[in-house]
């Protein structure tokens, strides 16, 4: 698997660059579900990562490779807590904006996400997944062949956000004048700096009163790349994985996820990771992996 440097016109598959952090996701994912004491349930992240067919990643997802050496944080129990607390935050996100009366949902850059399928959505419930043409396609071909069927009225828009993707939503039946939960999960890193106060923007001028945003940011994200980004490399290459860390994520200053979204009118709250682990009754695991991740920040903002 090359890896190149980020630039405007890239383009990727799940095997490949930035995609394969969607696939790497979708691993772990795989790993928390798994076992008599399972920490998430998404059943169809196993055979999704298995329709992909990255070794290195079905090997992750069986737990069968022991990636503890000099880092406590990167063993297959640390790497599915860690998957969990993301995980629950965001379906908890959807499911507070269901129960508060929403009744419209866009994943951003869904990737392998399968929460249309996975979530106790209520009647009338749509979800937009906004993604690649090509991750959308597979995604659709291989949950078809599985016979899984959405819980909610799921609706595919496969375009890239570097193209017009509002235009693309509103075409797909997205009503504007509804309040909407928008989740940008994993994602902000990838985006270079004006695209991620763009893509905010854009949700801004789509979203009625009421509506919703869960996101997640790593606070200076290339100074950690840069004290930590080859060590996380390193152990990607001991997974078979040709990926640099440093080669997916932008350059350039960027703006503070809060501080823009309340610039543009949201009310938001932020938890940081450590906190969200006590929540989930885990045990913060200190090392240099986290470093590199474990300062993500989790925001709910609301309009």
Do not use: C
Not at 21 to 27: D, E, K, M, P, S
Not at 80 to 88: D, K, L, S
Not at 153 to 172: E, K, Q, T
Not at 219 to 236: F, L, M, T
């Amino acid at each position: 698997m090359a890896h190149t440097k980020r630039h405007d016109n890239d383009s990727w598959d799940l095997a490949s660059s930035v995609g394969a952090t969607a696939t790497a996701v979708a691993a772990r994912r795989a790993l928390a579900s798994k076992g008599p004491n399972a920490l998430i349930d998404d059943p169809f992240a196993e055979p999704l990562v298995n329709a992909v067919g990255v070794d290195a990643f079905i090997r992750m997802m069986n737990g069968e490779i022991e990636l503890a050496d000099d880092d406590p944080a990167f063993t297959p129990r640390r790497l599915a807590e860690g998957m969990a607390v993301r995980t629950r935050f965001f379906d908890k996100f959807f499911t507070d904006a269901a129960d508060a009366g929403v009744r419209q949902a866009v994943i951003v850059a869904a990737g392998l996400d399968t929460r249309a399928y996975r979530l106790p959505w209520p009647p009338g419930t749509v979800v937009y997944e906004v993604d690649q043409p090509q991750v959308m396609e597979f995604k659709n071909r291989t949950l078809a062949g599985l016979g899984a069927v959405p819980a909610a009225d799921r609706r595919p828009v496969g375009i890239d956000l570097r193209d017009d993707w509002p235009d693309a939503l509103l075409r797909s039946g997205f009503d504007p004048i509804q309040p909407t939960a928008w989740s940008a999960e994993g994602l902000l890193a990838y985006l270079p700096p004006e695209a991620q106060d763009r893509l905010f923007d854009n949700i801004t001028a789509l979203s009625a009163r009421g509506s919703r945003v869960g996101t997640g940011y790593v606070p200076d994200i290339r100074e950690r790349i840069a004290k930590r980004g080859g060590e996380v490399s390193e152990r990607w290459r001991r997974l078979g994985l040709n990926l640099n860390w440093a080669d997916l994520v932008y350059d350039g200053k960027r703006n503070d996820v809060v501080e823009y979204l309340a610039n543009l009118g949201w009310r938001t709250t932020v938890r940081d990771t450590p906190e969200l682990y006590a929540d989930n009754g885990f045990e913060f695991p200190e090392g240099q992996t986290m470093v590199a991740f474990g300062d993500i920040r989790y925001v709910f903002a609301e309009f």
